[in-house]
């Protein structure tokens, strides 16, 4: 079953985006963002990480499965600190909340493209959500290999010449950068997982707002991420997406490794 906790509701803008009519993608995987929101501390959140996981192996041949692990921090309190949450991703959870019209957050949610909501450990549902959102087009974006220099993380996020037209009708997408570990385990003493080791995909450890689809229009955006210190030698991994205003669907993504 999902846990709920109530959180105070937040204002968010109204949603609007222009519609996507988009050429088919150059490859044959469309990119669709997975995002689980999960912690540690909540017994019910280890087979929705399992699940995030085997979507990270590409199990749909349609889909270029993006995936994001966001620890929110309200579960901290019950008996376990997750050293990965973060109250940022507890307000992006809330924000989604207002937004699907939700009584309460809950864990584990995942949501799919910033457009379908569901019980993070429901497989079924997962398959059926990255097979739709494959099928709509997104604006291609070009992100350089990542490069780590004292401590920070970096790239250059592009776009196309030939995608201006289609950024431009939705220019005010907010542009995002994270920077995600690829793989953590954590073992953990107290709470509901007292005495389990838990595996964890996507563990995203900065999650930056780096400008708009207008800015990308105009110039390259470089990103410049901060390594935690608590970070392995493990590569890391950046992810770029665009989400349509008041945290809405998703319109591009692309991903690159060190």
């Known amino acids: 079953m999902p ?83 973060s109250h940022q991703f507890t307000q992006r959870q809330n924000q989604y909340r207002v937004r699907f019209h939700l009584d309460s957050d809950y864990t584990p949610q995942m949501i799919v493209d910033g457009a379908t909501e569901f019980v993070g450990n429901d497989s079924s549902r997962a398959t059926h959500a990255v097979t739709l959102a494959a099928r709509q087009p997104k604006i291609p974006l070009v992100l350089t290999p990542p490069v780590t220099i004292n401590h920070t993380v970096s790239a250059t996020v592009s776009l196309p010449a030939a995608a201006a037209d289609q950024a431009l009708a939705n220019a005010n997408a907010d542009l995002y950068a994270a920077l995600v570990d690829p793989l953590d385990t954590t073992i953990v003493r107290n709470g509901e997982n007292g005495g389990r080791t838990l595996r964890h995909a996507g563990v995203v450890r900065s999650l930056q707002r780096i400008g708009n689809l207008r800015d990308l229009i105009a110039a390259s955006i470089p990103v410049h991420l901060p390594l935690p210190a608590d970070t392995t030698s493990a590569p890391q991994r950046i992810v770029v997406f665009a989400q349509a205003a008041g945290q809405g669907p998703i319109l591009a993504a692309v991903s690159a490794s060190n």
């Open 3 to 85: 846990r709920r906790i109530k959180l105070p509701l937040t204002l968010i803008a109204t949603l609007s985006f222009t519609p996507l009519a988009l050429p088919a993608q150059t490859t044959s995987r469309t990119p669709v963002l997975v995002e689980l929101f999960t912690s540690e501390g909540c017994s019910s959140c280890p087979p929705a990480d399992a699940l995030l996981l085997r979507l990270g192996h590409q199990p749909i041949p349609s889909a270029d499965i993006i995936i994001l692990g966001e620890h929110v921090d309200y579960w901290d309190q019950l008996g376990w600190h997750d050293r990965f949450s």
